[in-house]
C-alpha cells in the first residue's frame, strides 16, 4: 500500500514536472493590437485644398485718356448703380480722322450688339428658371404624395439653384454690357468735342462691393488703364484643383463640405461644373501631377459664410458615396492571401484565420461585404511572426 501511494506521488510530481517544462519551452504570447468590427455611418470622399472666387467680376478700366481725380473708394465699400467711381478730365480733343472715327463708331456697335446679347441671355436665363421652379413644384408635390423618391426631390432643387445663380450671373453681365456701351458713347462724345465732354463721370453699372483700387492717387491716366475691380460677393464659389484621377469619379451635383475656412460652422455646397481641360502641378514632393479646377456651388445659408470674401483659403470635402449602415474595419487589418483578402481574427487567445470581402476603402477604413460580423475582433498589421493558431495577446 505504501509503495502505491509512493508512485502515484512520484507520477503526480512527474507530470508537474513534464507541465512546467512544456509550459517553460513554449512560446510566449505574442503581443498584437485588435480594433472591434462595427456597423456604422461610412462614406468615400476625396479631401483636397482650395479658395474662392467670385464667379462675377468685373474690372473698371478709364475710357478715355486724361487726368484722374483722386479715387475715394476704398475696399469693401458697397455700391449701388448709378454711384459714382471717379472723374476723368479727358484730354484735349484732337478732331478723329475718318479712319479713328470708324473705329470708334464700330466699338460703340459692337458694345451694343452684345448689350442686346446680354439682354437675350437674361431672357433665356428667366425662362429656365420659371421652368425650373414649376418642375420643383411638381417633384414636391409628387414626393409628398409618395410617387417619387427624395433623389429627384434632390435634383430638382440642384437645378432651380444652379437657374437662380445663372441669371444672376446674366443680370451682371447684362449691367457690364450696358456699362461698356456707355463708355463707348462716352468716347465717341470727348473725341468729336461735342459739349458737356469737359469731365466725364464714371459710376458704377451695378450693385457691387469694391474688391480692389488699382490706383488711388490723381495723375494722368491712358485709355485702357485699368482703376477698380468689383465683385458680387453673393456670386462666391470655390474652385479646387484635384488629381485627374480623382476627377474623373466625380459628377455635378455631388454633395461637397468645406471646412477649415476660419468659421466654426461646416459649410455645404455642390459639385458645379468640372472643368474639360487639365494642368501639370509640381507638389510638394517635387512630382509632376496631372489637376483639374472643379468649381462648387455654395448652398449654406449666406449667413453661414458672410465674412468669407474672394481668394480665402478653404478645405474641400467631395462625398462620393455614403451610407448610415456599412460594417467596417481598419484597413491595417487586411493583408492578401490565396489572391483574396483575409485578416485574423482574436479567438480565445489564439489568431484564427478569416477569409473576408472587402468592398470600398475610404481613408484608413474599409468597408466589409462577407465574413465578418460587428462585435468581432481583428488583429491589426499582422506579421511575418503570426499565423492560424498562433497564440496571441491584446496589448
Known sequence: MKHSKRRLILAGVGVALLLALGLGFRSPAILVETAEVQQGPFRVSIEEEGRTRLADRYEVSAA????????????????????????????????????????????????????????????????????????????????????????????????????????RSARFAADVARHERDNAQAVLAVTSGQPGSE?????????????????????????????LVLGDLDSLEVEVDVLSADAVRLRPGMPVELERWGGDSLLNGLVKRIEPAGFTKVSALGVDEQRVWVIVELISPRAAWQHLGDGYRVEARFVQWQAEEVLQIPTSALFRQSGGWAVYLLNNGRAQLREIKPGRRSGLVTEIIEGLGAGERVILYPGQEIAAGTRVKER
Do not use: C
Open 64 to 167: 478715355v485718356a486724361g487726368h484722374l481725380n483722386r479715387i475715394e473708394l476704398e475696399p469693401g465699400d458697397r455700391l449701388e448703380p448709378g454711384d459714382t467711381l471717379f472723374t476723368i478730365n479727358p484730354s484735349a480733343s484732337i478732331p478723329l480722322d475718318s479712319r479713328s472715327r470708324s473705329q470708334a463708331e464700330a466699338a460703340l456697335a459692337s458694345a451694343e450688339a452684345a448689350l442686346l446679347a446680354a439682354h437675350s441671355l437674361v431672357d433665356s436665363e428667366q425662362a429656365r428658371l420659371q421652368l425650373a421652379e414649376t418642375e420643383l413644384s411638381r417633384i414636391r408635390r409628387l414626393v409628398n404624395a409618395g410617387h417619387v423618391a427624395v433623389d429627384a426631390l434632390d435634383r430638382a432643387e440642384t437645378e432651380q439653384r444652379q437657374a437662380d445663380a445663372a441669371l
Open 199 to 227: 469731365a466725364l463721370i464714371v459710376r458704377s453699372p451695378l450693385s457691387a462691393t469694391v474688391l480692389r483700387r488699382l490706383r488711388q492717387s490723381e495723375g494722368p491716366v491712358l485709355a485702357g488703364d485699368k482703376l
